[in-house]
Structures are given as structure tokens and as C-alpha cells.
């Protein structure tokens, strides 16, 4: 692990895109068979507004300290990294997750209040990297409880208590290529893009 990508200057986008392999095949008379690769991850290309030396530094420094793809950091998506949902306490995991599950029951909530989290919403839970989506609100009881769908499925157990991040974000990834172009133009300001993909 090599650090958390540089926080400012803020980048101007953040485009994430969900990259999971499908094998597909249609007869000639359409009928569709399709089986799914496990291995979901996320993608995100990162772009920033015109920069000076000073302000792009940190990053070409940054972007040189990771090796090309060899070393891993976290990136924290501006906007989509926190919560579109009413949350505002820990949110725990009441009792033990299965890999493979896309649901899980949720605890310690205010009670009775709608949108928690909103679909949409990217979260992980502590002792792993992975990061989820909702994909249906999570509302929650009288008691304070209620049941989170998410996507992609689970990748390996969670414990029971477990907490859920949903606020900061942190996506674990590296480089996605060898080569890393540095722009400036003739008005002395820095153009960069960087695309960066999941480690799982």
C-alpha cells in the first residue's frame, strides 16, 4: 500500500464504471444463455481542471511513487464518496454475512426514518477493501433495523457487528497502465487524466 491519493487540488470529475465479465451466447432463433465471471471491480478515470506546477506536483509525485501499477492506494471519489442518504450513526451488521450474499441485515439505525442510505450509495464494511452500491434504500424500523441490498455479491465473510463506511469512501486501486503522460501547454498550465481500477 502506497498512500492515499492527493486529496487537493480537487479533482474536476470522477467517471466510475463497473467492469464485470459476462459470457453471452444467442442461438439463431435468439434465445440468450448467459453465466456471469465472478470478479466485479470498479474503474474510475480522474480528471482535473487546468493546473500550475505547484498545484499539479503533489500528483506527478504521487503518480511516480506508485511504479507504474505496481503499488496499491486508496482514492476517495469527490461527491460520490459520501452518503446521498440521512445516516448520520454506526451502522452495524446484525449478524454474519455468507459470501455471495447480496443483503444484510442492519442495526443501531434511527428508528423509523427513510433513506439511511439511498440507492446509489457506495459503502464497504470494515476488514475489507471492496467497495459496494446499494441498490434499494435502506429504511429503518421502530427498532432501529433494516435490511441493505447491495451489489456486486459479497466477496468474503463479514463478522456480525461489523461496521459499514459510507462516508470518505476509500476505493483501494492502482495505476491501469505502465505509462503516464505529464501535459503542459503554452500557457504554462497542466493538463492530466488518470485511469485507475480496483484492486481485489
Keep these: 500500500m502506497s498512500g492515499q491519493f ?7 470529475s470522477a467517471t466510475i464504471t463497473s467492469q464485470q ?3 453471452v451466447s444467442v442461438t439463431t432463433s435468439g434465445r440468450k444463455q448467459a453465466r456471469q465471471i465472478d470478479g466485479q471491480r470498479f474503474a474510475i ?6 493546473m500550475t506546477r505547484a498545484e499539479f ?9 506508485q511504479r507504474s501499477q505496481l503499488e496499491n492506494f486508496t482514492f476517495i471519489p469527490p461527491t460520490e464518496g459520501n452518503a446521498q442518504g ?25 428508528v ?4 439511511i442510505l439511498k440507492a446509489g ?7 475489507q477493501q471492496k467497495v459496494y452500491m446499494a441498490v434499494e434504500d435502506l429504511n429503518s424500523d421502530g427498532y432501529g433495523e433494516g435490511t441493505l441490498t447491495f451489489e456486486p455479491p459479497l466477496r468474503a465473510n463479514v463478522a456480525d457487528n461489523a461496521i459499514l463506511i459510507y462516508d470518505n469512501v476509500d476505493f483501494t486501486v492502482s495505476l491501469t497502465n505502465d505509462v503516464q503522460e505529464f501535459s503542459i ?7 492530466y487524466e488518470v485511469d485507475v481500477a480496483e484492486v481485489l
Design 6 to 12: 492527493p486529496t487537493s487540488p480537487v479533482a474536476r
Design 21 to 23: 465479465d459476462t459470457i
Design 86 to 110: 440521512v445516516a448520520s450513526t454506526v451502522l452495524n451488521v446484525n449478524g454474519a454475512l455468507t459470501a455471495g450474499t447480496t443483503t444484510a441485515n442492519i442495526d443501531n439505525m434511527t
Design 57 to 65: 506536483a503533489p500528483i506527478k509525485a504521487f503518480v511516480m511513487k
Design 185 to 191: 501547454g503554452t500557457t504554462n498550465y497542466y493538463s
Design 112 to 115: 423509523s426514518t427513510n433513506g
Design 121 to 127: 450509495d457506495y459503502f464497504r464494511f470494515t476488514g
Design 45 to 50: 478515470t480522474i480528471s482535473f481542471p487546468p
